[in-house]
């Protein structure tokens, strides 16, 4: 890999990265490389130097949270009900954020959370500790944002969601 040697084209590079819509990369200055936090569809990514793997504590949360939320379309529901559950599709993983029940509805208003969809008109929330039971693993990344390539099936089973509108 070329190194970055001109100054003003490294601060321009890292100035794109902190502004980056929902924080999506992050630049490392000891190997100067961007790189997308998430949303991997190469298979060659090495997962350990991105993500940190999280589980359920004895009360089945992660991180003080019993649910993450993935946000899609209510067209995609009967879909995604017929194959089992979420499927991460051609990615790598499926894209959640960790919430509070509660807040599910009110929870992207502003359309810029990592990890959620800007139009989402439904939300799946995932009880992480029936997940986990099911085979699922989970995965921060840097900017917050719980992964999971689903159980061996290769998915999230329907079982442990729960619609919301």
Known sequence: ??????????????????????????????????????????????????????????????????????????????????????????????HMVLAELENIKGLNANGNIPGMRKNANAFLAINLQKAETAGCKFYLSGNNVLLSAGNANGNIPWSCCTLYR
């Open 1 to 94: 890999m070329n190194e970055i040697r001109d100054g003003r084209i490294k601060r321009h590079l890292v100035e794109l990265v902190d502004t980056s819509e929902k924080n999506r990369f992050e630049f490392e200055s000891a190997n100067n490389r961007i790189r997308a936090r998430q949303g991997h569809s190469v298979k060659n990514v090495r997962e350990e130097e991105l993500l940190s793997p999280v589980s359920t504590d004895e009360n089945g949360k992660i991180h003080g949270y019993l649910y993450a939320v993935h946000s899609t379309f209510l067209s995609c529901i009967p879909r995604i009900q017929q194959s089992g559950g979420l499927s991460k599709m051609k990615r790598n993983h499926v």
